[in-house]
């Protein structure tokens, strides 16, 4: 499966919440940086941020453009999701995968509130 496959595998994981999909894209160690928020190291630590208590269902995804150079794919879009605290709403992201041994070895997640 090529590293485009991979984040496309990915990203239909998170949104179905199927998490053992998620996983197996993933590297034992991986690390998940989002930023401004929050860093998760290894497999269990990400496996507990999938299907955050902090909001209700999968989130809806929008990939706009997908660019690789190498080890490492960006993924632009936007999303909606639901806050059980203050409802639905929307966002842009920006992911960085960095590949290593042809799995995600990190992803720099970049989050950005949407009025």
């Known amino acids: 499966m090529s590293q485009k496959q991979l984040v496309e595998e990915y990203f239909?994981?998170?949104?179905?919440?199927?998490?053992?999909?998620?996983?197996?894209t993933l590297a034992e160690d991986v690390e998940w940086v989002i930023h401004g928020h929050r860093t998760?190291?290894?497999?269990d630590e990400f496996d507990g941020e999938i299907e955050n208590p902090a909001f209700?269902?999968?989130?809806?995804?929008?990939?706009h453009r997908?660019?690789?150079?190498g080890p490492v794919v960006v993924?632009?879009?936007e999303g909606r999701g639901v806050s059980v605290e203050h409802g639905p709403f929307r966002f842009a992201f920006n992911d960085l995968f960095t590949f290593r041994d042809g799995l995600i070895a990190r992803?720099?997640?970049?989050?950005v509130p949407l009025s």
């Open 40 to 43: 998760t190291r290894g497999k």
């Open 107 to 111: 992803v720099d997640s970049y989050v």
């Open 56 to 63: 209700d269902g999968s989130p809806q995804l929008d990939v």
């Open 12 to 24: 239909a994981g998170f949104r179905a919440s199927d998490h053992p999909r998620i996983l197996t």
């Open 75 to 77: 993924v632009t879009g």
């Open 66 to 69: 997908v660019l690789e150079d």
